[in-house]
């Protein structure tokens, strides 16, 4: 499933925890694909508190509590870590993650918690919903077979990557429009794992975003930012990137385009990614209201039309739309655009 269709999913998980009608959740993935950053953004988006426990890296008393001697019988010391109406607030996300990675001494001490909402004398309050991550045992990380008792207490979804869903988030981070322009000319190279040879770097969304963080600290020296690309995506991957770049000295002037100037369309598709990519980020700054602002997007709009690869041009104006949602209607350019589109859109 994509994120952008998990995600409503969650959100109404979410909720449904203060209505008493959660069902834990259990998502699946390879490595690297945002299953632990969905949950995370879910919380930030809600202003909801998280609680992370890797249960990969506990014992089972982290989660069951040490005993101690109460008169003549034994108690448990309820972990801190566990969510708290008092300490926590009365709603969260208690979020199990790694967890068929977890020995199964944890896995069994997980079993009541997942579905009894409670631990020996410790209950999970009300209004906490409870979800869980983990790898597939095909993705070569370290994993055991999820026992049948406990997969039985969770709904299950495998997440798929999307390009779609990943450059929405990249936009929304902020992250180099080069790095979405190659991803828009290379889409396969977004995931590439090869589970037979078992690579050490290969390109992820968590790894593009590595790649990213390489651009800012090693733009100024091409020989460490060959060797951080490939360090963080693959040797392929990191090589083929590095020569995108290299390649955009050749980029039209992006300037003379928001001014409205006749510029000349590359030839090349990876260019003319490239040229959609560095448009979009422009466009983040804009305000439609101001007449400058709004003057530029159309200059913008009209140069949609011209792109050789039409369905490029699609993409820019969708991209336009992530950002600009209903006031890219306002535009004139968006109704030129249309009408110059229809045929292609029908296609």
Not at 204 to 209: A, F, I
Request: aromatic share 8%; net charge negative.
């Amino acid at each position: 499933m994509h994120l952008s269709k998990l995600q409503p999913i969650l959100e109404q998980e979410l909720h449904s925890a203060e209505q008493g009608i959660h069902t834990p959740v259990m998502l699946w993935g390879p490595p690297g694909v945002g299953k632990s950053r969905i949950v995370a953004e879910l919380a930030q988006q809600h202003d909801t508190p998280m609680i992370d426990l890797r249960l990969s890296q506990i014992e089972p008393s982290d989660l069951r509590g040490i005993p101690y001697r109460r008169g003549e019988g034994v108690e448990w010391a309820i972990p801190n870590m566990l969510p708290n109406e008092e300490r926590h607030g009365n709603k969260g996300i208690l979020f199990l993650d790694e967890i068929n990675a977890a020995p199964p001494s944890v896995s069994a001490a997980a079993y009541q918690l997942i579905l009894d909402r409670r631990l020996g004398d410790y209950k999970v309050p009300p209004g906490w919903a409870i979800f869980a991550a983990g790898n597939r045992q095909g993705d070569r990380g370290v994993s055991h077979v999820m026992p049948t008792p406990l997969a039985n207490r969770f709904t299950h979804y495998e997440i798929e990557v999307n390009l779609d869903d990943w450059v929405s988030w990249a936009m929304r981070e902020g992250i180099n429009e080069n790095v979405i322009g190659f991803l828009r000319f290379r889409p396969e190279l977004l995931f590439e794992f090869d589970q037979a040879e078992n690579p050490i770097a290969f390109p992820s969304p968590r790894t593009w975003e590595f790649a990213d963080r390489a651009l800012q600290k090693f733009s100024d020296n091409p020989d460490a930012l060959s060797a951080a690309l490939e360090a963080c995506v693959g040797e392929a991957a990191g090589v083929e990137f590095m020569a995108y770049l290299q390649h955009l000295e050749r980029l039209p002037d992006i300037d003379a385009i928001l001014q409205g100037q006749t510029v000349e369309i590359p030839n090349e598709v990876d260019l003319q990614y490239a040229v959609a990519s560095a448009l979009t980020r422009r466009a983040k700054k804009y305000d439609v209201e101001k007449p400058a602002d709004r003057l530029s997007l159309e200059n913008i709009l009209n140069f949609a039309t011209r792109f050789p690869q039409r369905e490029i041009g699609v993409m820019l104006v969708s991209d336009l739309h992530r950002i600009l949602e209903g006031e890219l209607f306002k535009l004139e350019g968006f109704t030129h655009w249309a009408e110059e589109t229809a045929g292609l859109m029908v296609d």
